[in-house]
């Protein structure tokens, strides 16, 4: 079964950055689209950015495009996500999920990791 | 994009059923024949319990069922458990890999 690792969260001031991991193991990591899903306090879930299974194709969510850059390495079998000019409001948990192959027509989150804490304040 | 319209709490005594409804538009639900449902119980990962609108994911009980009518897509679950007791979310994609999520509805076993 697949299974979802994320790291990297943490707290940081506002204009800061960070950089979320996802290791992930169980699957052909390279034939499936991913994606970033988060959790602010006492809010719902949010998708925030997903990406091809090659990496070279991403989309993002209004209220992080520009900021967020989704990546990954197939090699290592590891998902990113580097966060600049983080505000209060990004704050959340990040979950990284794993989506059906790239180009099968099929769009939902079939696996999830636990999730990463980011706290942004100063 | 604004999110799904949920219902923020849905109760009932265990065996009984509840339904949670999740209302988009025609350019989410209405368009595309991908709404996907979530049991999150706080603290752990979100699950996936339906995916195409009303298909189940290996292992998830027949008890959970999806439908959709027009801009709406509902969970209906049967013979509430104790278990079932957690937060539920509904997603429809909307195009360009793009999805939006519902509000969240808690549902409380009594």
């Known amino acids: 079964e697949a299974q979802l690792a994320e790291s990297g969260g943490g707290l940081v001031q506002p204009g800061g950055s960070l950089r979320l991991s996802c290791a992930v193991s169980?699957?052909?990591?390279?034939?499936?689209?991913m994606g970033w899903v988060r959790q602010a306090p006492w809010k719902g879930l949010e998708w925030v950015t997903t990406?091809?299974?090659?990496?070279?194709?991403?989309y993002y969510a209004d209220s992080v495009k520009g900021r967020f850059t989704i990546s990954r390495d197939n090699s290592k079998r590891t998902l990113f996500l580097q966060m600049n000019s983080l505000r209060g409001d990004d704050t959340a948990v990040y979950y990284c999920?794993?989506?059906?192959?790239w180009g099968s027509g099929r769009y939902y989150f079939d696996f999830w990791g636990q999730g990463s804490l980011v706290t942004v304040s100063s | 994009q604004s999110a799904l319209t949920q219902p923020r709490s849905v109760s009932g005594s265990p065996g009984q059923s509840g339904t949670i409804s999740c209302t988009g538009t025609?350019?989410?639900?209405?368009?595309?024949?991908?709404v996907s449902w979530y049991q999150h119980h706080p603290g752990r990962a979100p699950k996936l319990i339906i995916y195409?609108?009303?298909k189940r994911p290996l292992g998830v009980p027949d008890r959970f069922s999806g439908s959709r009518s027009g801009n709406t897509a509902s969970l209906t679950i049967s013979g509430l458990q104790a278990d079932d007791e957690a937060d539920y979310y509904c997603?429809?994609?909307?195009?360009?890999?793009?999805?939006?999520f519902g509000s969240g509805t808690k549902v409380t076993v009594l």
């Open positions: 169980g699957f052909t990591f390279s034939s499936y689209a």
């Open positions: 025609s350019s989410d639900i209405g368009e595309y024949n991908s």
């Open positions: 999920a794993k989506l059906p192959p």
């Open positions: 990406i091809s299974a090659s990496g070279g194709t991403t």
């Open positions: 195409d609108v009303n």
């Open positions: 997603c429809s994609y909307a195009g360009s890999y793009s999805f939006v």
